[in-house]
Nanobody, 130 residues
Framework: QVQLVESGGGLVQPGGSLRLSCVTS????????VGWFRQAPGKEREGVAC????????YYDDSVKGRFTISRDNAKNTVYLQMNNLKPEDTAIYYC???????????????????????WGQGTQVTVSS
């Protein structure tokens, strides 16, 4: 059974940092596209950073380039998102995501750079405010 479990969110002041973690199970990290998305109130879910299957390169939305870094530890089945120089507009629920081939078929589907994403964690809230 595929699972993605995020942690590490919280309240941080502008300019601060957070590190999100996503522990996965039920699939091999390097064999599927994986990434991070976010959704702010009243807005659509948007891609933040991702890896393509079998590709060591990482990809980023322009809004986070130079501030966020995605990484993965295949041995620990964990994907990370290091977020530095956080801004109020980064406030959102952050979701760990994987290729929709991992299911469920009824889940939210978001095609973006690295994969057609459709397997999701429960999300972790990030709030950037003074």
């Amino acid at each position: 059974q595929v699972q993605l479990v995020e942690s590490g969110g919280g309240l941080v002041q502008p300019g601060g940092s957070l590190r999100l973690s996503c522990v996965t199970s039920g699939f091999s990290l390097d064999r599927y596209g994986v990434g991070w998305f976010r959704q702010a109130p009243g807005k659509e879910r948007e891609g933040v950073a991702c890896f393509k299957e079998g590709d060591r390169n990482s990809y980023y939305d322009d809004s986070v380039k130079g501030r966020f870094t995605i990484s993965r530890d295949n041995a620990k089945n964990t994907v990370y998102l290091q977020m530095n120089n956080l801004k109020p507009e980064d406030t959102a629920i952050y979701y760990c995501a994987a290729d929709r081939r991992l299911g469920p078929n009824t889940g939210v589907r978001v095609p973006w750079i690295c994969a057609d994403f459709g397997a999701w964690g429960q999300g972790t809230q990030v709030t950037v405010s003074s």
